[in-house]
T-cell receptor, first 114, second 105 residues
């Protein structure tokens, strides 16, 4: 299995809703990442988990809350989002967190906040 | 200054042409560089990673690093319409702006 699976593929939520994005990989990778990508822009790093511990938080607002229940799963909990948070949210994984050999990305969750 | 700079294009070439994509980087300590391809509404896909200076080939794709000028390049030979995508250079956690390439049939 060489895939990163993200669910749901599309999500529309109101500003008062609570929702979660899910990411799963079974490649034995020990680092997992959340990126945010706006239209016609490159991905921007949000969070890095290395060996199930949060190692990088790129000053992301607290309305985004990551969780890594185990080495195969990564969640992003969303609460009280703003319309400007609408974007493609990408999950990625890498073998050991060194990032030198690149990531495997999922197809993303396209989030619309209304 | 961004760590990796990339001209966003767009770039349009006829089928069969060589596509040449370039990025510059600012920190000489960087040694590993990656190229990703991203189709519309999909996640990025790792094409190649390169280490230090020199060339690396994979089929129609060649990645090149010139440490003296802090330049990284990707060449696509015999380009096909299916190569139409956005190409992103990257180092570790940071991406360039991405160059949108269209190969005309």
């Amino acid at each position: 299995d060489t895939e990163v699976t993200q669910t749901p593929k599309h999500l529309v939520m109101g500003m008062t809703n609570k929702k979660s994005l899910k990411c799963e990989q079974h490649m034995g990778h020990r680092a997992m990442y959340w990126y945010k990508q706006k239209a016609k822009k490159p991905p921007e790093l949000m969070f890095v988990y290395s060996y199930e511990k949060l190692s990088i938080n790129e000053s992301v607002p607290s309305r985004f809350s990551p969780e890594c229940p185990n080495s195969s799963l990564l969640n992003l909990h969303l609460h009280a989002l703003q319309p400007e948070d609408s974007a493609l949210y990408l999950c990625a994984s890498s073998q050991d967190g060194q990032e030198n050999y690149g990531y495997t990305f999922g197809s993303g969750t396209r989030l619309t906040v209304v | 200054q961004k760590e990796v700079e990339q001209d966003p294009g767009p770039l349009s070439v006829p089928e069969g042409a060589i596509v040449s994509l370039n990025c510059t980087y600012s920190n000489s300590a960087f040694q590993y560089f990656m190229w990703y391809r991203q189709y519309s509404r999909k996640g990025p896909e790792l094409l190649m990673y390169t280490y230090s200076s020199g060339n690396k080939e994979d089929g129609r794709f060649t990645a090149q690093v010139d440490k003296s000028s802090k330049y990284i390049s990707l060449f696509i030979r015999d380009s096909q319409p299916s190569d139409s995508a956005t190409y992103l250079c990257a180092k570790q956690l940071s991406f360039g702006a991405g160059t949108t390439v269209t190969v005309r049939a």
